[in-house]
């Protein structure tokens, strides 16, 4: 079953990787599978209804949730963060505070590779933030803050 789901999950991303304007050859190369499977899965052929829509589900669980069940399913953070910025339809920032002592720590952790050290200071890219927060938990020194946003770039908590 748990394939099956990983196929619903690569259904539904490939659905959204068509409407964004990526060319079948593109979407088989960022979900690893070929081009004919793409092909397969945009006819919804191949495919498992009852997958579709548990895939679905995941998809709409809170961020942190969807990333943790979605890289148990595939095994694969690159297709781990494929699928989980392509289904996710929410947007994070992300601010490190000056008490950041450069451990690393938050880096080894973010299964986004969304976060670098520059001059012993982290950075959260947000392209790649998809808010689960477990840097957040991780960091000893409390020094980032994640904050959804809205698609016109303002912070939803102000
Ligand atoms: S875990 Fe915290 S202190 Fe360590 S690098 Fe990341 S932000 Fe800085
Ligand atoms: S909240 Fe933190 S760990 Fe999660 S994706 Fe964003 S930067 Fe990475």
Not at 3 to 14: D, E
Not at 15 to 38: P, Y
Not at 149 to 156: A, C, K, L, T
Request: net charge positive; proline share 2%; glycine share 6%.
């Amino acid at each position: 079953m748990p394939k099956h789901i990983v196929s619903g999950l690569k259904y539904i991303a490939a659905v959204n990787l068509t409407k964004q304007g990526h060319s079948q050859r593109e979407i088989a190369k960022a979900l690893k599978i070929n081009r004919s499977t793409v092909s397969h899965y945009l006819n919804g052929r191949n495919l498992s209804w009852r997958s579709i829509e548990i895939a679905r589900v995941i998809t709409e669980m809170c961020p942190r949730d969807f990333l943790l069940l979605t890289h148990s399913l595939t095994q694969n953070t690159e297709m781990t963060r494929t699928i989980v910025k392509t289904c996710q339809q929410r947007e994070f920032k992300g601010n490190v505070r000056n008490s950041c002592i450069g451990c690393g720590l938050c880096v080894d952790t973010c299964l986004r590779k969304a976060i670098t050290l520059r001059d012993l200071k982290a950075h959260v890219d947000s392209e790649w933030c998809c808010g689960c927060l477990i840097c957040v938990d991780m960091c000893p020194t409390d020094s980032i803050e994640i904050k959804e946003v809205e698609i016109d770039g303002n912070d939803r908590s102000n």
